[in-house]
Structures are given as structure tokens and as C-alpha cells.
């Protein structure tokens, strides 16, 4: 939970990011990954942001994972 990560704080030095039930790519599913993202932001979390999953077929997938994911980076870490 999104929670954890604030109780972590600077002890976050590497991110590895996944769809939480089935480990498959970010945006694959329904899960929302913004307030993660938000908790990292909260914390000032600058470090690589990896996404360690299993992936079906990463042609298909990478790219609009890739497009999910930096698509919450930038509504977050550029909110007023």
C-alpha cells in the first residue's frame, strides 16, 4: 500500500513496479498505480522506477505499458 511507502521514506533507493495480483505489466489490468506514485513523489523519490513483471508478449506490451506508466509519472510529479 501506498502507505508503506511513506512509513519507508529515504529508505527507497530502487522502485520495482507491477500489476499487484498477477504481476503483469503496469496499465495491463485495472489497477491504478497513482497513488503509489504519488507516495514516491510525497517522499521525494527521484530513483529508477522498474518495472519487474511478467510479461506475455513484450512487443505488444511494453509500449503502452511504458505509455500507462509515464502518463501517471507526468499527472503527478507535474500537479500544482
Same mark, same amino acid.
Given at each position: 500500500?501506498?502507505?508503506?511507502?511513506?512509513?519507508?521514506?529515504?529508505?527507497?533507493?530502487?522502485?520495482?513496479?507491477?500489476?499487484?495480483?498477477?504481476?503483469?505489466?503496469?496499465?495491463?489490468?485495472?489497477?491504478?498505480?497513482?497513488? $503509489?506514485?504519488?507516495?514516491?513523489?510525497?517522499?521525494? $523519490?527521484?530513483?529508477?522506477?522498474?518495472?519487474?513483471?511478467?510479461?506475455?508478449?513484450?512487443?505488444?506490451?511494453?509500449?503502452?505499458?511504458?505509455? $500507462?506508466?509515464?502518463?501517471?509519472?507526468?499527472?503527478?510529479?507535474?500537479?500544482?
Amino acid at each position: 500500500p501506498a502507505q508503506v511507502i511513506q512509513q519507508a521514506g529515504n529508505y527507497i533507493v530502487h522502485v520495482d513496479i507491477a500489476e499487484n495480483t498477477t504481476r503483469t505489466p503496469p496499465g495491463t489490468n485495472t489497477q491504478d498505480f497513482t497513488n $503509489y506514485v504519488k507516495a514516491l513523489h510525497n517522499i521525494g $523519490y527521484s530513483g529508477p522506477i522498474v518495472m519487474e513483471c511478467r510479461w506475455e508478449n513484450l512487443m505488444k506490451q511494453a509500449t503502452s505499458s511504458w505509455n $500507462y506508466l509515464s502518463s501517471v509519472l507526468t499527472q503527478v510529479y507535474r500537479a500544482k
